[in-house]
C-alpha cells in the first residue's frame, strides 16, 4: 500500500526542497488558511507571524519536522496547489504516491466507506511492528482510570506520577458540593485482558489538595452553536493520594503515565482516531473512528468515534497510539452527527501559563 510519508523528506535536502516549493505556491495569507482549514492548527499560535512569509514558513517547517511530518506538509501544500510547477516536481520526488496527497486532501470531508474503501485503505492504512504495537496498547491500558463520583462520574488518564487529567464537568459536582471528595475513587486496572473473571481494579482516592488546575466547558459545547474561547478547555487536572505511575499494574508491570504534548499535531481530517474509555462505568473498552473537522479555529476536534456517558475524560489517540485529545462532548442534537474532544497542546499550554507542575 502506498503512503505519503518518505524518510528522506525529512533530510536537510528534504527539508529546503520542500521550503522553496511551499514558498512559491503560498503566501503568508493562503498558506494559514490551509492550515487551519485542514489541519485546524491556527499558525499564529505556533511561531512569530509579524515576520516575513519565509520566515514564518522556516520556523513552522522546523516545527513539523521534529514531527517528521515534512511530507505531510507538502502533501497538503501540493493538494492545494497541484498546479505550481516546484511543488508537482518535490511531490514527484518526495511523496510515494502524490495521488495518494490529493486522496486524503482534496474533499472538505473524509469519503463514505461503501463507495470508497479501497481508496480508504490506500491512503490511511500504514504498517506498525505488532510488538511495538502491542506494548503500547497494554501500557495504554494501565494508565487509563475510571473516575467514581457520586450521582456521576467518567474517565481519567494519568499524565504524572500522582495526577490524573479528566474533564472539568466530571468532578463539577465535587467543586460545587454536591458530591464529597473522599468518596471520589479512581479506580485503575478496570479491565479484564483474558476475557475471564471480575474487573475488580486498583482504586486511589484523591489527595487533600486534589485540585492542581482547571477550565470550564463553553456554552457553544452544549448549544452546538458559536465558538468556544481560549480559556474554556474543559479539563480538571486531579492529584492523588499516592504515585500511581510509580507503582505496578495488576500484570505487575510499571504503569507509567502519559507525557502531555504542548505542540499542535498533525491530525488530518480523515485520519483514525481512537478513544479507550469506561462507557457507563464498565470495564475498559476501546472504539474507533475518524477525524471530521475542528470547529472553534481548531479549538476542538470533531469525530465520529462512538462513545456514551461514562467516557467524558478519555483520551483520544491516532494510528500510532499518539495522544492529541481529550474527549469531552458529543452534538447536542437530537440526531448527533459527531463526538468531540479539546486539544491537549491547549490543555498543557494553559497549565504551563499557570505554572502547574504536574509530571511528578
Avoid at 15 to 44: C, H, M, T
Avoid at 57 to 72: F, N, P, S, T
Amino acid at each position: 500500500m502506498a503512503e505519503i510519508e518518505t524518510a528522506d523528506a525529512n533530510s536537510e535536502e528534504g527539508f529546503n526542497a520542500i521550503f522553496e516549493a511551499v514558498k512559491a505556491g503560498y503566501d503568508k495569507e493562503s498558506l494559514p488558511l490551509r492550515l487551519l482549514l485542514k489541519w485546524g492548527i491556527d499558525i499564529e499560535e505556533e511561531v512569530d507571524t509579524h515576520q516575513g512569509f519565509k520566515y514564518v514558513l522556516g520556523d513552522y517547517m522546523q516545527i513539523v519536522r521534529k514531527q517528521g511530518k515534512l511530507a505531510e506538509l507538502l502533501a497538503l501544500a501540493y493538494s492545494g496547489n497541484t498546479g505550481n510547477p516546484l511543488l508537482a516536481a518535490a511531490a514527484l520526488h518526495y511523496l510515494d504516491d502524490p495521488q495518494a496527497a490529493l486522496a486524503k486532501y482534496d474533499n472538505a470531508k473524509p469519503p463514505d466507506l461503501p463507495g470508497s474503501l479501497e481508496a480508504l485503505v490506500t491512503t490511511r492504512s500504514k504498517l506498525v511492528a505488532f510488538g511495538e504495537f502491542l506494548e503500547r496498547v497494554r501500557s495504554l491500558g494501565h494508565r487509563l482510570c475510571r473516575i467514581e463520583v457520586p450521582g456521576g462520574g467518567g474517565t481519567g488518564f494519568l499524565v504524572g506520577a500522582s495526577h490524573v487529567l479528566t474533564n472539568h464537568h466530571v468532578i463539577q459536582p465535587v467543586q460545587e458540593g454536591r458530591a464529597p471528595v473522599e468518596d471520589v475513587i479512581c479506580r485503575f486496572d478496570f479491565w479484564s485482558p483474558d476475557g475471564k473473571g471480575e474487573a475488580i481494579g486498583t482504586p486511589f482516592h484523591l489527595a487533600a489538595e486534589w485540585l492542581r488546575g482547571d477550565s470550564p466547558y463553553s456554552r457553544s459545547d452544549l448549544t452546538g452553536t458559536g465558538e468556544p474561547g481560549d480559556s474554556e478547555l474543559d479539563y480538571a487536572l486531579l492529584r492523588l493520594d499516592a504515585e500511581a505511575g510509580n507503582g505496578q499494574a495488576a500484570d505487575g508491570a510499571r504503569r507509567g503515565w502519559f507525557d502531555l504534548p504542548d505542540k499542535a499535531p498533525i491530525i488530518a481530517r480523515g485520519d483514525a482516531a481512537m478513544i479507550p474509555q469506561h462507557p457507563a462505568g464498565r470495564p475498559l473498552e476501546v472504539a474507533y473512528g475518524r477525524v471530521l473537522e475542528f470547529p472553534g479555529g481548531g479549538r476542538r476536534y470533531r469525530y465520529d468515534v462512538t462513545t456514551e456517558g461514562g467516557s467524558s475524560g478519555s483520551p483520544v489517540f491516532d494510528t500510532d497510539l499518539t495522544l492529541f485529545g481529550l474527549h469531552h462532548a458529543a452534538d447536542p442534537t437530537g440526531a448527533p452527527d459527531y463526538n468531540q474532544a479539546v486539544p491537549l497542546w491547549r490543555v498543557a499550554r494553559d497549565l504551563q501559563a499557570h505554572n502547574v507542575v504536574w509530571t511528578g
